[in-house]
């Protein structure tokens, strides 16, 4: 472990820490746009519509968190994000004490159903903030890094298979070895006949996955797995409806590739009921959807206990803020085997002015006091829009 990565952490975490007021919670809606369209099963991305929370102490100290919309996934939509924050969660925590943060949480998962995003992006500026409080970074607050760097995990999507080959070849020549490819999209025979190709191209070395985001019936997963056997895929992200549990389990029991599971994993009963029903092998992990660090961290060791593998994602696309979480997070997780992705660099700007990157398909975990990066509130306030 790097020593300078989080310097005080044996000693930070204090019994007289001082309490550490909450003046005011803030709900920022931002827009920014991405640099290419990202397809997905259902959806074309060209703007990313995320919300940002500004959580300052009474004596100046700031902490940031994030949550992107997510309509096909958590349903969170921008104007509600705001009306949530603004109206129902920033009441709950304001004045209270931000290292109380296991309270609050509880507190705020309790005033509101649904609303993960909202729920997450307050919890992470929350601990952000205590960790800046504290001098401890996120990972060091959520049980300690068991490694200091991760491999990132790269989204291919492009519309043609040449294209999606081409990135990919290039995508390894600066370091990247793990990649997953979107599918649900066209016919499941050319899909499973393109992952093929694409293994063709670049060899056994690298790890290919794929996710469908729900863009499969059944038959059209079915033949997905068979025809894409050559391909040796890690896994397949659900490639069914988020509700069809029986359909899941049927294909699991069939497909010769093992299923992961995102949108129907919206909490840890869901992720426990689908593992013992032998649906899934893996769950991805959003703090969106789980509504919080502090619930994610939660879910990483039920998983663990279940001998699920773990894919961590931030959703398409997020800031540095997002990102670094997710980062810290893998750093903690104990089973993070199957991939993690950040998607600030889908972005063709960032709010932060020491923006998480990607060196040689890997990520640092960020160095310093909570999620590590420094928010820049003019890019914040270039990058604000009104959702009303
Ligand atoms: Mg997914």
Known sequence: MAPDSAPQAASALRADAKPLIIKRVDAIPIAIPLKKPVIMAGVRLEVSYNLLVRAEAADGLVGWGEASVAPTMTGDVLPGMVAAVNEHLAPLVTGKDALKRAELAHICAHALHHNGGPKCAVDAAIADLAGRH???????????????????????????????????????????????????????????????????????????????????????????????????????????????????????????????????????????????????????????????????????????ALGLNINLACKVAETSVGAATIIHLGCVAPNVNWGVSITNHYLVDDIVSNPVRIDNGSMARPAGAGNGVQVDEAQVARYRVHAA
């Open 134 to 304: 504290l001098n401890v970074s996120l990972s060091d607050m959520y049980g300690g890094a068991l490694r200091d760097s991760i491999t990132a995990m790269y989204l291919l999507g492009n519309p043609k298979i040449e294209d999606d080959i081409a990135e990919t070849h290039k995508k390894i020549k600066e370091g990247y070895t793990f990649f997953k490819l979107k599918v649900g999209i066209k016919p499941a025979r050319d899909e499973a006949a393109a992952a093929v190709q694409i293994r063709k191209a670049v060899g056994p070395d690298v790890v290919l996955c794929a996710d469908a985001n729900m863009g499969m019936d059944f038959r059209s997963a079915r033949i997905f797995v068979e025809d894409s056997r050559d391909a040796d895929l890690l896994f397949l992200e659900q490639p069914l409806r988020d509700d069809d549990f029986d359909g899941m389990a049927e294909l699991a029991r069939i497909s010769p590739i093992p299923l992961n599971g995102d949108e129907s994993l919206g909490n840890v009963a869901t992720i426990i009921q689908m593992a013992r029903a032998g649906s899934i092998k893996g769950a991805n992990l959003k703090t969106i959807k789980l509504g919080g660090v502090s619930a994610t961290v939660h879910a990483m060791s039920v998983c663990a």
